[in-house]
């Protein structure tokens, strides 16, 4: 039996990219698993749940490859997308995503900006 080096830990986003073109990207949050099977929630790209009427969360199960958990998200067909453990959204991108982490960003830059220049005068 191959050893794991890289598992799936739930409440982590993750995301693929598709075969076909790099610009499409989807992302999965893990919300339960079990040592053969995760559970997931498909997201949108500013990390809300997606509530499309054709939206891929389930139940997927896990497979190995490389020492590493990988699920296929949109299921196994041609060209389908392979989610692996090792695709963790760094959480610069979780931040910005977050619509309030945002706006708090932009409300400090600009008083910072408002500050350093009346320091400068």
């Known amino acids: 039996m191959e050893s794991i080096n ?13 075969v076909c073109d790099s610009d499409c990207r ?3 949050r893990v919300e339960k698993r079990t040592t053969k099977t995760i559970v997931v929630t498909e997201l949108n790209k500013d990390l809300t749940v997606n ?26 067909f041609s060209m389908s997308p392979i989610l692996g453990a090792s ?3 760094c959480q ?3 931040e910005d995503a977050d619509r ?9 830059a ?10 400068g005068e």
Not at 51 to 76: A, C, D, F, M, Y
């Open 6 to 18: 890289v598992k799936f830990k739930v409440g982590e986003i993750y995301s693929c990219n598709s």
């Open 26 to 28: 989807w992302f999965f």
């Open 51 to 76: 509530t499309h009427h054709q939206n891929e969360s389930g139940r997927k199960r896990i497979s190995v490859w490389n020492g590493e958990e990988t699920v296929s998200p949109l299921g196994r």
């Open 87 to 89: 695709d963790l959204v």
């Open 92 to 94: 610069q991108y979780i």
């Open 100 to 108: 309030f982490v945002r706006e708090l960003k932009e409300k400090v």
């Open 110 to 119: 600009n008083q910072y900006s408002a500050l350093t220049q009346k320091g």
